[in-house]
């Protein structure tokens, strides 16, 4: 197979030499397999009564997470939103402990605090998901100007969708990272909709243009192709990391699935669905390393084998020990108490001898 991919001239800025190599291409590939092999395990756990509340997941939307991460370095930090399960994996999160996290389980990322997108694990650089949208951009933000006052070379990639983009909090995010020349880079996940609210009924121009108006860069790309949001974010990742500021990412993609598993989505024409499915992350990639000489069926096999795997160890998994619940969910011991002992804890134990 060829063995690297160089990156469109055309985006080159004084990143020049980012490129994938061949072990680079298979892992994107594997890590988007990954992603949906996983979520389509977990959406078969939910149907058989194992995940507690609704399923939410990134059918078609693979190449946005996957190619983005992939652009990371380790000290970097990622604020990943409820569609990016291929971040997760790529910071180096088991599909096992995602499964076990959509069940509720003592070994998911929140030892069962919460379902299966609120969650991250901190030791892996991925932030806890705020579900408030996209309060995850201003965490990012958070994150950019501490690497920038301690002089860190760190970056922090946050991603929302386009629903996200009408909400106040967006503006704050862009105005700050730009007026400071913040090391974070916004990912923008079009997927058409927010819930039923089409792209026409959110915005009246196209929101990576308002990029510009922050005083940063915006560039749109295909978000079923991997490596163009590979490369589009490695650069932006770059320039950040140099000192050169913030960056919006729009990546032009399609929500496959409802918005969660209780939506029908009736709300989507059909042939835009059909439009979209011919277009597939995966299939296209698989499609392009086939024709390099990559044994994909081999790849997709491995990956069938490990997510089987990681379900049965996830299945194997306890419920949570009840006197756990409040475990790492404040900061930590409150020091006006004086003794050591959560708020929360003193109330309980005091009430319980009331
Ligand atoms: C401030 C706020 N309002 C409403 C919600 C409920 N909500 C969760 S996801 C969602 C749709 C978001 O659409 P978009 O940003 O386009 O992301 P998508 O789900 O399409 O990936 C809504 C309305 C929320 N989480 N936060």
């Known amino acids: 197979m060829a063995t690297t991919t160089a990156r469109p001239a055309a985006i080159d800025d004084g990143a020049a030499g980012i490129e994938l190599t061949g072990d680079d291409r298979i892992a994107l590939l594997r890590y988007m397999l990954l992603m949906r092999a996983t979520e389509e395990r977990g959406l ?4 058989q009564g194992k995940v507690p509340g609704s399923f939410y997941d990134g059918r078609g939307q693979e190449a946005v997470s996957v190619g ?87 970056v922090a990639m946050t991603w929302f969708g386009d629903g996200a983009t009408a909400n106040g909090q967006c503006h704050e995010a862009m105005n700050v990272a730009g007026v400071r020349r913040l090391p974070v880079v916004f990912v923008l996940e079009n997927n058409q909709f927010a819930y039923s609210t089409p792209n026409e009924r959110e915005f009246a ?31 932006a990742v770059e320039r950040a990391r140099r000192g050169g500021g913030p960056t919006l990412i729009e990546c032009e993609t399609m929500r ?47 990956v069938k084998a490990e997510v089987d795997a990681e379900a049965e160890w996830a299945l194997a998994q306890p419920m949570p020990d009840p006197a756990t619940a409040a475990d790492g969910v404040f900061a930590g011991a409150d020091p006006l108490l004086g003794d050591g002992e959560a708020p929360w804890s003193r109330w309980r134990r005091e009430a319980a001898h009331a």
């Open 68 to 154: 983005s991460a992939f652009a990371l370095g380790p000290r970097d930090r990622a604020c990943i939103l409820h569609r990016d399960l291929g971040a997760h994996l790529i910071r180096g999160v088991r599909p096992g402990r995602v499964l076990a996290q959509m069940m509720g389980r003592a070994s998911g990322v929140t030892a069962g605090k919460d379902g299966n997108m609120h969650f991250g694990d901190r030791e892996l650089g991925c932030v806890g998901m705020v579900s408030m949208l996209p309060d995850m951009a201003l965490v990012a933000c958070g994150l950019a100007i501490a690497f920038q006052m301690r002089r860190e070379p760190r």
């Open 205 to 235: 121009v196209d929101p990576v243009r308002r990029a510009e108006v922050y005083g940063f860069p915006g560039v749109k790309v295909d978000g079923n192709d991997v490596e163009a949001v590979f490369f589009a974010a490695a650069e």
């Open 44 to 47: 078969t756990l939910y149907r």
């Open 256 to 302: 496959m699935h409802g918005h969660g598993a209780h939506d029908d989505m009736r709300y989507v024409p059909r042939e835009l669905l059909e439009r979209w499915a011919a277009r597939d992350p995966i299939d296209a990639y698989e499609r392009k390393l086939r024709a390099d000489g990559v044994d994909t069926d081999a790849i997709r096999a491995a």
